[in-house]
């Protein structure tokens, strides 16, 4: 079983890698978040507001972030969650999702966080604190 | 004029954990594990239920507050943060609302840019603390020449 205890300063969680962003993706995340912006769905719209094309909700991005934690719910939960939103994500971008331990105080581990495009570019920093349970 | 909104606060608004919802949700943001949707699992987990992902109080209605009309176009998203003492639980109900914690304007390239702070508070019925959130939006020069 994965453990979370176990990870040492300086590591990494499993890094995802996401499929291509796609249309769909954006259309659903629309519906599940009530998030209807249509800068996120429709080209025109896009255009309109002086953006290139459609771009994905920062949040679709953060939501996705979280995922890095999910299997390790049973020894704790995400206790603090934070994002800063530094580019733009695109259809076809393909996203890396990190988290790396960069410090622990008693129960709280400290990870900072990225979403990183194929090119490189950072388009979300930030941290989790994630609270372990004490039993 | 979005700084008379500073402090403002809208009414408390109850809000299920939906099923449905927390599962769509978790879908939408490609982490179906079971302990969000299936049952079973969530009854043999730690919390003897399921339980909701981190950002999904972003579904929540947190009512009105009064004077702050914002467009829907021309806001960015600038920055995002939810504190928790507890996962949220499937089933369980929040009370919500939401008030203007700050708006400073700042000067940039493109023109004056605001900075827009909303922070989102969900407490159970009896005024139990769950989780905050916190989001900046950046309100462009074009969106604030329009108000």
Known sequence: MNTIRQVRTGELLSEILLAPVSRMDLIKYAGASGDFNPIHTIDSEAKKAGLPKIIAHGMWTMGHISQLFTPYYEEGFVHRFVNRFSGMVFLDDVLTLKAKLVD???TDLNFEIEAV?????????????FRLYEH | MVKRTIGKRSERVCNVVERG??????????????????????????????????????VFDYGKIEGLDLPKAGLIHGEQQFT??????????????????????????SGILGFLTIKYIGE?????EVFTAKSVIILSEAVRRGR
């Open chain 2, 84 to 109: 928790y003492t507890r996962p949220l639980m499937v089933g369980e109900s929040l009370y919500c609302y939401c008030e203007v914690e700050s708006y400073e304007e700042k000067q940039a390239r």
């Open chain 2, 124 to 128: 159970t019925a009896s005024g139990q």
């Open chain 1, 104 to 106: 622990s105080q008693g």
């Open chain 1, 117 to 129: 495009k194929q090119s490189g570019e950072k388009v979300v920093h930030g941290h989790v604190i």
């Open chain 2, 21 to 58: 919802a927390v599962k769509r949700f978790a879908e939408a943001i490609g982490d179906p594990h079971p302990l969000y949707i299936e049952k079973d699992y969530g009854k043999h987990s730690r919390y003897k239920k399921n339980i909701a992902p981190p950002t999904f109080p972003r």
